[in-house]
């Protein structure tokens, strides 16, 4: 086979590094891609490598990248190539993600090519455990700066390097899933450096009336959607003083059904109902890109979640937050809970309206100083952006710094 260390002019590239976004939707490209647009700005003389797995994942990448392709980046997409994946993708795929691993599966000998591998999810350790690519270097972006229990596993310390977005993530990395702490790398948070001021325009009334963000997760075990989410639309429905954007996780509504990986659970998250869709105060998105640009938490006056990681987006602007807990959950004094701190939290629709009012009404006194708190052990950032501090970090373990 040609040697892929060749580029298109015929330049050889003596280390090659790939960026790789194998998902089904688009929200873990932008905690990596800045940092592939920065290191490809560096001129370190590596190959920057951008991996898609589908045509919309290609279509957001080349969007977001733009002239740098051809001129320090190239994007490669990667399909499945055996027979019995391609059966298994179109028998369960609809149910499971299967895609992700028979990916990896499928195109071994591609990321053999690879020095350095700059991942978003966990799927990818795969490479290592399963398919034998002791050699190659896995550097783990994370998505996200929550406070879930999986987020902290074992599994991160499979990998070479983490780069976290501050001092709360390589805490607890070290704590509790015994990461070493010469594997970490404290760069800020890359996804603000793309998104920090996007907007978007919604076809809601600029009449005062406060603008409510709805976000569950997706996990049945965790999310809000499931037991309580169709009451709260319903709410909203019947109390037009306030407006909302019900823009969930954009995995809630992605198959037939959700699944909880760390603590199996399989629930439906049904349809959205006509009446939602009808009333003049609600905006829905189940997963446009809108929803993984920060648009809506930066456009939104009042947060309403339980376990998505987004919170922690919309306390760049501290503003008042209110929590559901639909699993009678023990969260005071509970790391995996932290971010209940910055709001009221509630466990009936019925207290809804108060809780809200709460949240408006002690946020100065009460919440903001706690938010702020929460933010800074969150994200360390800095003057410098943080995907160029990224990029310094992936530079410096390809050994491409002195």
């Not at 086979?1 to 929200?27: A, C, K, W």
């Not at 037939?256 to 009333?279: F, N, T, Y």
């Not at 890109?289 to 339980?306: E, F, K, L, P, Q």
Request: hydrophobic letters at 45%.
């Amino acid at each position: 086979m040609p040697d892929e260390r060749i580029g298109g002019s015929g330049t050889i590239f003596q280390v090659r590094i790939g960026f790789l976004y194998n998902h089904d939707q688009l929200h873990q490209v932008a905690h990596s891609l800045p940092i592939a647009l920065a290191l490809a700005a560096m001129g370190t003389g590596a190959e920057i490598v951008l991996i898609t797995t589908s045509e919309r994942i290609r279509g957001e990448v080349e969007r977001l990248a733009g002239d740098t392709l051809g001129h320090g980046a190239a994007v490669v997409s990667l399909g499945l190539k055996g027979w019995f994946t391609r059966l298994a993708e179109r028998v369960a795929g609809r149910l499971i993600p299967v895609r992700k691993l028979a990916i990896l599966s499928d195109n071994v000998d591609f990321f053999r090519t690879l020095d350095v591998l700059v991942v978003a999810e966990k799927t990818s350790l795969a490479l290592k455990r399963r398919f034998g690519l002791d050699r190659l270097k896995i550097v783990h972006t994370r998505h996200g700066a929550g406070d879930r229990a999986i987020g902290f596993d074992k599994a991160s310390a499979g990998f070479d390097a983490v780069l976290v977005s501050g001092p709360k993530i390589g805490e607890r990395l070290v704590r509790e899933a015994g990461v070493s702490p010469d594997r970490l790398y404290q760069v800020g948070y890359p996804k603000f450096d793309l998104h920090r001021d996007t907007r978007i325009e919604l076809p809601l009334a600029k009449d005062g009336r406060p603008v409510v963000l709805y976000n569950p997760h997706p996990s049945p075990h965790l999310s809000s959607w499931f037991s309580m989410g169709p009451a709260i639309l319903d709410w909203f429905v019947a109390n037009p003083d306030y407006q909302l954007i019900f823009a969930p996780h954009v995995m809630l509504f992605e198959r037939p059904v959700a699944i909880s990986i760390d603590k199996l659970r399989v629930a439906r998250p049904g349809r959205i109902e006509q009446r939602w869709r009808e009333a003049p105060n609600i905006v829905i998105d189940t997963g446009s890109r809108a929803s993984t640009t920060m648009a809506y938490t930066n456009a939104a006056d009042i947060y309403v979640g339980d376990a998505s990681s987004q919170l922690y987006e919309f306390l760049l602007r501290p503003r008042p937050c209110l929590f559901v807990d639909a699993h009678h959950t023990k969260w005071q004094g509970n790391p995996n809970y932290a971010h209940w701190q910055a709001g009221p939290v509630i466990s009936d629709v019925a207290n809804l309206g108060e809780g809200l009012a709460e949240s408006r009404l002690d946020f100065e006194t009460v919440y903001r100083p706690i938010q702020q708190r929460l933010f800074a052990h969150s994200f360390d950032l800095t003057d410098e952006p943080s995907a160029i501090r990224a990029a310094w970090a992936i530079a410096t373990i390809a050994g491409l710094t002195p």
